[in-house]
C-alpha cells in the first residue's frame, strides 16, 4: 500500500516563518533600541533633576550585545565614566543616606510603550505567516 501526501503548504508555512523570524527580529531590535534610549534619556533627566546627584547623569548609557537569537540591551550608569560610582548611593542609598532615585520609574514610563510596540509587530506579520 502506498499513499502520496501534498506537503507543499506545510514548506510554504516553514519558508514564511523563516522569513518572518528575520523581520521579527530587526522589528524587535529596532524597538527595542528606541525603548532603551528612552529609558536612558528618563533616566539622565531624573538624575539632572536632583541637587546632589545631577553629576551622575553622563554617566548613564545603554549598551547593546546582541546574538543570533537574542535582543539585549543594559541601561544604566558606568561606574568607570564620571559620576558613576554615585549611582548607587543615588539609587539604592546609605546608612547615611541617598536612596532618592527610582530606577523602575523609567522602567514603568517605558513599558506599556514597549509592550505596545511589540504587539504591532505581532498584529502587523501575523498576517504573513
Known amino acids: ?6 506537503a507543499s503548504e506545510l514548506f510554504e508555512l516553514a519558508r514564511n516563518f523563516g ?6 527580529y530587526a522589528e524587535v531590535d529596532a524597538v527595542s533600541s528606541k525603548g532603551a ?3 536612558k534619556n528618563e ?4 538624575a539632572r ?13 545603554y549598551e547593546h550585545s ?8 543594559v541601561i544604566g550608569p558606568d561606574k568607570d ?23 523602575e520609574k523609567p522602567l514603568r514610563t517605558e513599558g506599556p510603550r ?3 510596540a511589540l504587539g504591532d509587530i505581532a498584529d502587523k506579520l501575523g498576517g504573513k505567516l
Open 1 to 6: 500500500m502506498s499513499f502520496n501526501i501534498d
Open 19 to 24: 522569513k518572518a523570524s528575520e523581520e521579527v
Open 37 to 39: 534610549l528612552n529609558i
Open 43 to 46: 533616566m539622565i533627566a531624573d
Open 49 to 61: 533633576g536632583s541637587a546632589h546627584f545631577k553629576g551622575m547623569a553622563s554617566s548613564i548609557t
Open 66 to 73: 546582541n546574538s543570533k537569537s537574542v535582543v539585549r540591551r
Open 81 to 103: 565614566r564620571k559620576g558613576g560610582a554615585l549611582a548607587n548611593i543615588y539609587y539604592f542609598g546609605t546608612s547615611r543616606g541617598g536612596g532618592s532615585g527610582d530606577i
Open 114 to 116: 514597549f509592550e505596545k
